[in-house]
């Protein structure tokens, strides 16, 4: 069966590739497909916007597509930066950099956050589903590690005593908001590649 990662971030790629490795699937991304152009994220919510772009992918590619939006939520910041997460700041030290000059009076105890994801996989006929994961954590007050991407550096995990960027990609993919999500549709992918379910039966899954 083949699937199309409706995304350019190759960091996504790398740890969505990991995940879907057990599956028999002809995978491809949106390298193979330049024609289809980016999607305008403008919904107001992680559902909307990954609904809209694995729905316009699946369309334009002709196959059955996967499509996230990702971000963070800050308690102190009333779930800022939210839905506009990738598009805090330009890069992604400076978005670092604003979220945390915005939280330097914050004290410690106060940093909660959490990482959302909403995924979506599309049918070409333009019927969707959505799966959505979370990864509760601190913001601390500087970075540390060198691995992941996006706010990692900055996003504590108390029960492991490091932030996101400090863990290696198995075990980001136990815990990571996106895995979390990627692993329920995985459950749904597993139906139809055995052919117990068709993508209509999963809708009411």
Do not use: W
Not at 103 to 131: I, K, T
């Amino acid at each position: 069966m083949d699937l199309l990662l409706a995304t350019n971030n190759q960091d996504k790629v790398r740890e969505l590739m990991a995940l879907l490795d057990e599956l028999p699937l002809h995978i491809r991304t949106l390298a193979h497909f330049p024609a289809i152009g980016e999607v305008k994220e403008d919904g107001t919510t992680f559902e909307e916007n990954a609904r809209a772009k694995a729905c316009f992918c699946a369309k334009r590619s002709g196959l059955l597509s996967i499509a996230d939006d990702s971000g963070l939520e800050v308690d102190a910041l009333n779930g800022r930066p939210g839905v506009l997460s990738a598009r805090y700041a330009p890069t992604s030290s400076e978005r670092i950099q604003k979220l945390l000059a915005e939280l330097n009076a914050v004290p410690a105890g106060e940093r909660r956050a959490r990482f959302v994801c909403a995924m979506a996989l599309a049918h070409p006929d333009g019927r969707s589903l959505v799966r959505c994961g979370y990864c509760c954590g601190e913001i601390v007050r500087e970075p540390h590690g060198s691995g992941g991407f996006g706010y990692d550096p900055i996003f504590y995990l108390p029960e492991l005593g490091k932030t996101m960027a400090e863990l290696t990609l198995e075990e980001k993919n136990q815990l990571s908001h996106r895995s979390l999500a990627l692993r329920q549709i995985i459950v749904l992918l597993k139906k139809m590649i055995d052919n117990s379910a068709t993508f209509g039966d999963l809708l009411s899954l």
